[in-house]
Structure formats: C-alpha cells, structure tokens
C-alpha cells in the first residue's frame, strides 16, 4: 500500500488536544474530505465520461442537460433554486438505506453537498463514513425542508452505498477507452482513497495494517489507526455473519440478533500492541 500522504485526496490536519474529542472530529474531518473528494472528482474529470454516468447510473438521472453548465457547491444550506423541475437527494453511506429514526436536534439542515444544473435538475448529497452509520430519515426530511420549494412530495430519494461508488468507478475505471491523463488519475487516486481509509467495503488487508503495530506510538498516525480498527471490526462483523458462527450463536438463542449486536471491540490505544475484538 502506497503511503498516506502520497494519494491526492488524503488531507491531514491537526488533532483535537482533548483526547475525548479526537474520535469525533477525526470522523467528521473525514466525512468533510470523503465528499470534497467525490465532488473534486466529478468536477474536473470528463464530464461526459464520468460525470454523465454517476448522475445517470447511481442517482437516476435520466434528464438531459449541458454537462459544462452543471455546478457544485459544498456545505449551502440551499442553492436558491426554488423552481428547478427535477429534485433528487443523495444518502451515501456504508449502509445503504436510510435509518427510521427521528431525532430532536436541529431544526434545519445543511447537505455535504449540492450539484446542479439551472433550470434543469439538482442534486442534494448527504454523506456518512462510519462503518456503523446510516442516513436518517430525520436528517434527509431536514434537508428537504431548509430548500426553498423543496418538499418530500416532489423529491426523489435515492439511496446507495460507499460500496456501490466503488464498484462504479471500478467498473468506469476499467472500461476508460479514451479517457484523459487527468480523468484517469482522478479516478485512481480516489478508488485508492477509498481503500486507505477503509470507506468502501471492497478492500483488503495489507501487510501495512499489521506493521502498523510495531511502529513507535510517535510514529503512529490516527488515520491509519482507524483504517487498522476499521478492517479488523468489518472482518469481525463478516466473520460473525458466516452460517457457522450463526448457528453457535443461536445455540445461546440469539438466532434473530444481527452480528454487531455480539460483535464488541476492545479498547484501541495509540500505544496498543494488539487490537482485541470478541464474539
């Protein structure tokens, strides 16, 4: 595995000095970078062989438009397009759906981001990295409502995962008969960002994630530690749902509880020689 710092869209910055504080920023430091980089990507690779294809293929987009007048906009509460004909808001997660829940916090919302075309289409992006999150209906219904002439009932809601990004780019990737220099180290520096940070589900273990625990704890960077933790407790979550380890679960008549309900991390410390994860 190449080093962080050599892939275009890694982005570091400093950590929180309060230590209860470092897991939380460090994630939405990364849900800000993770969309940054989806958008820098469709931006400025080729617009009518990259673009065109994720707004048609994974948001559903049907509607033709002038690709070179489409915009983005990162963090807007609203584009003021209050009379656009086609309304389509994104959940990007690691799990595909969106989380039946409702919450009691924010009253309004704010999308990761926004691509749009006037008079033609936009597109709102709600984006989570975590390998336990979902979108919520909450989050989705308070995007909808802080866009003026938006509403649930002339908004199309299209729900994919990290995994689905990948395999399309994956696929775009392999199939870029033409494609330009720029277009091609785009795509492969952001199918390889996806896989450092253990964002999309299609990744392998590398001999770097193991030396990770001889390094000196100064030597020792917290995005690799979450890559490290990340891998172990999907390999866990994936190992739990095998039929064998289902059916010695339901001997302790468990049968119905999904794998993360048995599946229990241990404590990850930065000076930690081993990462502990039980069924």
């Known amino acids: ?29 990364l849900e800000d970078n993770t ?22 293929q ?66 709102l992006l709600e984006n989570k990295v975590n390998a336990s999150d979902q979108v919520s209906v909450d989050q989705i219904e308070r995007h909808i409502a802080s866009a003026s002439g938006w509403h649930k009932r002339n908004t199309k809601i ?13 696929q775009l990737q392999r199939q870029s008969v033409g494609l330009d220099p720029v277009s091609k180290l785009l795509l492969s520096e952001f199918l390889e960002y996806l896989k450092m940070t253990g964002i999309a589900h299609a990744t392998s273990f590398e001999i770097d994630d193991f030396a990770f625990f001889t390094r000196p704890p100064y030597d020792r960077l917290s995005i690799q530690k979450r890559i490290v933790a990340s891998k172990l407790e999907r390999f866990t ?25 048995y599946v229990n991390p241990g404590v990850f410390r930065n000076n930690s020689t081993n990462f502990w994860i039980t069924l």
């Open 1 to 29: 595995m190449r080093q962080l710092h050599k892939n275009l869209f890694v982005y570091y910055r400093g950590a929180s000095p309060k230590r209860e504080q470092r897991d939380f920023i460090f994630e939405r430091q």
């Open 35 to 56: 969309t940054k980089a989806l958008i820098y990507l469709l931006e400025h690779a080729d617009r009518t062989k990259v673009l065109a294809p994720f707004l048609s």
């Open 58 to 123: 994974i948001a559903g987009l049907k509607d033709e438009y002038d690709q070179q007048q489409v915009q983005f906009a990162l963090q807007r509460v609203d584009i003021g397009r209050p009379t656009i004909p086609i309304r389509i808001a994104l959940a990007v997660a690691p799990i595909k759906g969106l989380l039946k829940s409702k919450s009691k916090g924010h009253l309004s919302g704010r999308p990761d981001a926004w691509i749009w075309a006037d008079n033609k289409f936009a597109l």
């Open 158 to 170: 299209v729900c994919i995962s990290w995994d689905d990004i990948y395999n399309f780019f994956s």
């Open 237 to 261: 979550e994936e190992l739990g749902s095998s039929p064998v380890i289902r059916k010695i679960v339901g001997l302790y008549g468990l049968k119905r509880i999904k794998p993360k309900s």
